[in-house]
Antibody, heavy 120, light 108 residues
Framework: QVQLQESGPGLVKPSETLSLTCSLS??????????WNWIRQRPGKGLEWIGY???????YYNPSLESRVTISADPSKTQFSLDLTSVTAADTAVYFC????????????WGQGTLVTVSS | SSELTQDPAVSVALGQTVTIRCQGD??????PSWYQQKSGQAPVVILF???NRPPGVPDRFSGSSPGNSATLTITGAQAEDEADYYC???????????FGGGTKLTVL
């Protein structure tokens, strides 16, 4: 069974970098056909796709966040990470790591989510 | 960039049929996927592709995607179907993804 688990600080100061890690079990990033996403949900709001990394190492980001986002994969291929720089209160959200499939596209396995609050 | 539009809220009487709509240019090129999110939980995929349900999703959930719109239909809504529903699609350029703003379903 595929499982994803987010980890990282629950509190980040404004202007600093938010860094989260997603640990996989029952799956590996090196398996083709899947892409590994970060998706967030601000309090009381809808889902916002942040970006993904593919097994090839290719990355794609939401244009609205692209200048501040980096998604990378651990060499072990069982973890991938999110870095979001220069955060503000608007980045306060529950962050989910999620596996996606191509052809047709859908997000099949989700982590439980982790709340990150941006506050001084 | 493109976007997906959903009605913010819909209600349905217990046992009746309800349709949740999603509209966007990207749907002309790509099938949507639909997610159910209950309070405090991670979303769960309930439909993808032309009209595919993952194992365990009741067959009262069905979908269609004519043109630049998509619909999720719940035939015989149950109390446990009360949740937020999100559509998602690839963006028109194919490399990025979108979510609709979500529809809050109330079962009366």
């Amino acid at each position: 069974q595929v499982q994803l688990q987010e980890s990282g600080p629950g509190l980040v100061k404004p202007s600093e970098t938010l860094s989260l890690t997603c640990s996989l079990s029952g799956a590996s990033i090196s398996t083709g056909g899947y892409y590994w996403n970060w998706i967030r949900q601000r309090p009381g709001k809808g889902l916002e796709w942040i970006g993904y990394i593919y097994y090839s190492g290719d990355t794609y980001y939401n244009p609205s966040l692209e200048s501040r986002v980096t998604i990378s994969a651990d060499p072990s291929k069982t973890q991938f990470s999110l870095d979001l720089t220069s955060v503000t209160a608007a980045d306060t959200a529950v962050y989910f790591c999620v596996r996606g499939l191509f052809g047709p596209h859908y997000f099949d396995f989700w982590g439980q989510g982790t709340l990150v609050t941006v506050s001084s | 960039s493109s976007e997906l539009t959903q009605d913010p809220a819909v209600s349905v009487a217990l046992g009746q049929t309800v349709t949740i709509r999603c509209q966007g240019d990207s749907l002309s090129n790509y099938y949507p996927s639909w997610y159910q999110q209950k309070s405090g939980q991670a979303p769960v995929v309930i439909l993808f592709g032309k009209n595919n349900r993952p194992p365990g999703v009741p067959d009262r959930f069905s979908g269609s995607s004519p043109g630049n719109s998509a619909t999720l239909t719940i035939t015989g809504a149950q109390a446990e179907d009360e949740a937020d529903y999100y559509c998602s699609s690839r963006e028109t350029d194919g490399d990025r993804f979108l979510f609709g703003g979500g529809t809050k379903l109330t079962v009366l």
